[in-house]
């Protein structure tokens, strides 16, 4: 029978990994000192940030298997769950996490701010590659953590603490903009895989069936998580995801608009819009004209 867990507080994933709890609502992890294990499935009331030291294959995020290299870096938010599908073989965890749970932020900077780091809610294949001295950085600001957590709770701690978190976090966000960067390749790959399932997504039948394509959808149809697709394009175009579809939207309507036998109603549910006026308007904002004005000045 599979193993399943449910980790809703510090103590418990502390236990899990035989660590002692220093702090109710966050923990530095080395795994390295957690007893060998066989593949489970974790369910996650907390906020975590795992390093991964080795290259381990059987991790599995929803459908998909992932591989991680040594050097990746992984954001989980409460719940979400990773399953490790390797259920027979014992296998010794070696890496390390920074996990806290949601109440240690309420009432910070951080916790104002969290939802920013769109990181926390991409899919586990969309983990952070660190170089060697990116690697270092986020290991000496696990440290900082940790030695504040070995000192007595006062009125300073939770502050200390989350500022160290909202520091890290926001070496994350720069590290993911080089990653960006320096996968440009990939992410140009992507880009052409958008276009083209726009463009077969308006051959279709599923403006009819289906409505207007959706970020939510595009992202999905391309394995990726929505909050990373709209960065990534949002990195290779400077539009938002939205943007670029609507850009293809007026894009199909201009060419449809040519065939004076089609009324702008009939464009309009074409395209899959529900109410005509809807199409007009996002026409002339983009446009600066109404469909039939466009029409009539070709």
Known sequence: M???????????YNAFNNHETHHPLVSVIDFSKAHERTGSKMNFGLY???????????????????????????FISPGQTID?????????????????????????????????????????????????????????????????LQQSIDKHSKKLIASNIELLLN?????????????????????????????????????????LPSVAYCAEELHLSANYFGDLIKKETGKSAQEFIQAK??????????????????IAYELGFKYPQHFIRLFKNRVGRTPNEYRNAN
């Open 84 to 148: 490790v599908e390797n259920k027979v073989d014992y296998y010794q965890p070696v890496g390390h996490g920074l996990v806290f749970h949601p109440d240690l932020i309420r009432g910070t900077s951080l916790g104002k701010i969290l939802s920013d780091y769109n990181f926390f809610s991409y899919h586990t294949n969309e983990a952070l590659h660190l170089s060697v001295k990116e690697r270092q950085l986020v290991l000496d600001l696990f440290a900082k953590i940790d030695t504040e």
């Open 249 to 266: 939207i007026i894009d199909v309507a201009k060419d449809k608009i040519f065939d004076s036998n089609k009324t702008v109603s009939e």
């Open 2 to 12: 599979e193993k399943e867990f449910n980790f809703d507080t510090i103590s418990e």
């Open 48 to 74: 975590c940030i795992f390093l991964k030291d080795v290259k381990c294959g059987d991790l599995k995020y929803g459908r998909h298997y992932y591989d991680f290299q040594a050097g990746t870096l992984v």
């Open 171 to 211: 070496y994350c966000d720069r590290f993911y903009d080089r990653q960006f960067i320096t996968r440009d390749a990939v992410n140009k790959g992507m880009l052409e895989n958008f276009e083209e399932l726009l463009n077969g997504y308006f051959r279709s039948e599923k403006p009819y069936s289906i409505g």
